[in-house]
């Protein structure tokens, strides 16, 4: 296996609060990797230190073979960074800021022609190159930051919370934009988000929570170990329907007119329906969700 990025007992605080307490982790080349937790898990003092832009405590952490505090330069030339904040000139259009970028690498001619090609292609805005960035829509302004990003054709994408503010069109459109990047080019992405449902198209799950892993598995993993499936029922005859689950020891709750029993596997619904069927007039079977996932790991919403 390739592993792009490495960490090792990576640790960082400030004053007493312990912000990262020992992470192990590593990123597969070529992968989404969705790294997720409540706030204050220590997301963006790991993305801090991984970009060189904070200097950890202790650790070690490889980023495409270049290790940190030791060859800083080789891992800023190797990742592209999407921060929450717009970082780009208003005033310049998204070509003029994408050429500023490409200037910090000694970019000039056609390599530069070429690579701000290449980048516009890659995040989808060559139609509004020549406009001023200030005068862009969300998911345009989102989609620039992403193309400055790409000028110095990075091995990892960093994106913090790439979608946050964007109406739920743009929000999906602008995700299947980094989608596509990633699967057309091979490109690493390491990305936050508060989206469950984006985390649950990611490769790979890291969720943290008080500086320390709390869980890490595909998202099919992470649903099978946190999120049950529910069985729903819509009782003909409340009731009896109950005393019967009660007589049986199955535990259940009620919501929204339903009769909800928790179950470890979708096929145990047969066995429960064969059951209830002479008291119930209806039934759902719900698979459980990232969202479910987040809060079995975590004991919180993510948006808390
Ligand atoms: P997240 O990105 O998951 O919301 P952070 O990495 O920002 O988490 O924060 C982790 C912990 O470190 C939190 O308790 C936060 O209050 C604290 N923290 C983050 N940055 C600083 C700082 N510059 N000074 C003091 N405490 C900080």
């Known amino acids: 296996m390739d592993k792009i990025i490495e960490v090792t007992g990576l640790k960082k605080a400030y004053g007493s609060v312990q912000a990262v307490r020992g992470l192990d982790f590593y990123v597969e080349r070529g992968k989404l990797f969705a790294f997720l937790g409540p706030n204050g898990a220590g997301k963006s003092t790991t993305i801090d230190i991984l970009c060189t832009i904070l200097k950890p405590d202790g650790g070690e952490v490889l980023v495409d073979g270049h290790r940190l505090g030791h060859e800083d330069a080789g891992i800023r030339s190797a990742i592209g960074v999407v921060f929450q904040d717009h970082l780009l000139d208003p005033l310049l259009s998204v070509e003029e800021n994408i050429r500023t970028r490409a200037g910090l690498y000694h970019m000039a001619g056609k390599q530069l022609n070429d690579a701000v090609k290449h980048a516009a292609a890659a995040a989808d805005v060559t139609e509004f190159m020549r406009r001023p ?32 503010g964007l109406d739920p069109q743009t929000r999906k ?96 619904a047969l066995e429960i329906l064969a059951l209830v069927k002479g008291h119930i007039k209806g039934f759902e079977v719900l698979s459980g969700t990232m969202d479910d996932a987040f809060i079995g790991i975590t004991g919180r919403e993510i948006r808390e």
């Not at 490769?203 to 709390?214: K, L, Q």
């Not at 049986?248 to 909800?260: E, H």
């Open 133 to 164: 960035y200030g005068k862009l829509s969300g998911g345009q302004k989102r989609r620039a930051d992403i193309a400055r990003a790409l000028i110095n054709t990075p091995q990892v994408l960093f994106l913090d919370e790439p979608t946050t």
């Open 173 to 268: 459109s602008v995700w299947e934009s980094i989608r596509t990047l990633q699967q057309t080019t091979g490109l690493t992405v390491f990305l936050t988000t508060h989206y469950m449902e984006e985390a649950a198209e990611a490769d790979y799950v890291i969720v943290i929570d008080h500086g320390d892993i709390a869980a890490r598995g595909t998202p099919t993993e992470l649903k099978a170990s946190y999120a049950s499936d529910q069985l729903r029922l819509a009782a003909s005859n409340d009731h009896a329907l109950r005393a019967l689950l009660e007589d049986r020891g199955l535990a259940y709750t009620c919501a929204a007119g339903s009769v909800v029993v928790k179950i470890s596997d979708t096929m145990d």
